[in-house]
């Protein structure tokens, strides 16, 4: 166990460093994590020995021995002060993880469901899509194009630690997606609110597909339209003309759920 007793401590700014930028995450292929909640989550999908570094403060070590025996040779033990200067959260309850997550990609069964999202922004709503698709048996997420930080510290708060649960493949390019699509044989169908689109309650396909979400702001492009064999629709009332793209995840991923029970 290391004492850390300084805030310019080169390991304070490191996690501080991890937390804020993607580039670095991505350059050091590691991820962070906090709270205890999300800890023990993570724990039961990694290995121990992929944990390169924890942060805690006295009274969470105290706490928490039992579960942190193992990892003494990692622990770096931090006065509040210095802890919650590196911290993310305005509320932090002592613990901040860094390791190195596991690559888990898809391997596409043609009796499963999957869910593509096209230049998804927002860390908030990809934590949410990845929760909702794991609690109603999503077998996979394609990430397309410009799509926000998988690893993310608030894509991550809002899975509650379970992106690292979820197979997820990225694609840059979208025809490259469609060939992908295309070679094992799914299903590509869009979601959008448009004069083309068929209700999702009238299309009876159990497995198979795979549902693309557009953007919070601008949804589908036209081309990418064109290129699903059907487009489908959530119906909604004339107040609203369309949903949270974590939100029609969540109905579809529900919808195709509850029509193979």
């Known amino acids: ?44 999908s990694i290995d121990s020995k992929d944990i390169e570094a924890i942060f805690v403060t006295h009274d969470f070590l ?3 021995k039992r ?12 006065p509040n002060s210095i802890f919650n200067s590196a911290s993310g959260l305005k509320s932090p309850d002592g613990i901040i993880c860094v390791f190195r997550p596991k690559k888990n990609k898809i391997i596409v069964d043609k ?5 593509a999202l096209y230049n998804l922004q927002n860390p908030h709503n990809l934590g949410a899509v990845i929760r909702s698709c794991l609690g109603f048996n999503i077998k996979g997420i394609f990430l397309i194009g410009n799509c926000c930080d998988l690893y993310h510290p608030e894509t991550i708060r809002s899975s509650m ?3 690292f649960n979820m197979q997820v493949e990225k694609f840059n390019d979208f025809d490259y997606f469609l060939q992908y699509i295309k070679t094992n044989s799914l299903h590509l169908l869009a979601m959008a609110n448009n004069s083309r ?24 492009p ?7 064999s059907t ?6 009332n004339k107040t609203v003309e369309s949903l949270n793209a974590s939100v029609a995840a969540s109905i579809v991923a529900f919808y195709l759920d509850h029509e193979n029970n």
């Open 1 to 44: 166990m290391k004492k850390i007793e300084s805030f310019t401590n080169k390991s304070i700014k490191w996690v501080k460093k991890l937390l804020t930028d993607s580039k670095q995450r991505k350059q050091e292929n590691l991820a962070v994590i906090e709270t205890k909640k999300i800890f023990l989550t993570v724990l039961e």
């Open 62 to 64: 105290m706490g928490n």
């Open 67 to 78: 579960l942190l025996h193992k990892f003494d040779d990692r622990i770096n033990l931090c």
């Open 111 to 115: 009796n499963s469901n999957y869910i």
């Open 161 to 163: 630690g379970y992106v």
């Open 197 to 220: 689109a068929i209700d999702i309650f009238n299309y009876k396909n159990k497995a198979g597909n795979c549902f693309i979400i557009g953007n919070e702001g601008h949804g589908l």
């Open 222 to 228: 036209e081309n990418v339209l064109n290129k699903c």
């Open 231 to 236: 487009i489908i629709k959530i119906p909604l």
